[in-house]
């Protein structure tokens, strides 16, 4: 008796790991049949979001903390950064795309790279 409970200990393990690794499977096989669209919103939230954040920071002169809030519903995502000295704001998805907009006078806002 005491054998069949050390072999059946010794099991469980091993069922927890091909779980773990089905998962793991699962969730990269669902991120490369998706890869063109989160690629797609990932870009396109990113380039919207630098380009608003841009505005908001240098035209309407507002703290890059005040102007994170403004950010749509589902773009929780993406982190906003700063330079002031070249009045930039990058925007970033993680691990998909990132996006700079920078303030150019005349212009207003506009996404690099800038070919104007």
Known sequence: MAKSLTSTARRRPRYGLWL??????????????????INGYGSIASAYSARVACSCRFVAGRSLEDCAKDKLAGMEAVTLRDNPEA??????????????????????????????
């Open 87 to 116: 009045k930039s704001v990058t925007a970033r998805f993680p691990l998909v795309a990132e996006a700079t907009a920078t303030y150019r006078e005349g212009y207003g806002c506009v996404l690099e790279p800038y070919e104007g």
């Open 20 to 37: 773990l690794a089905i998962i793991a499977l699962g969730a990269g096989g669902a991120a490369w049949a998706f890869r063109e669209p």
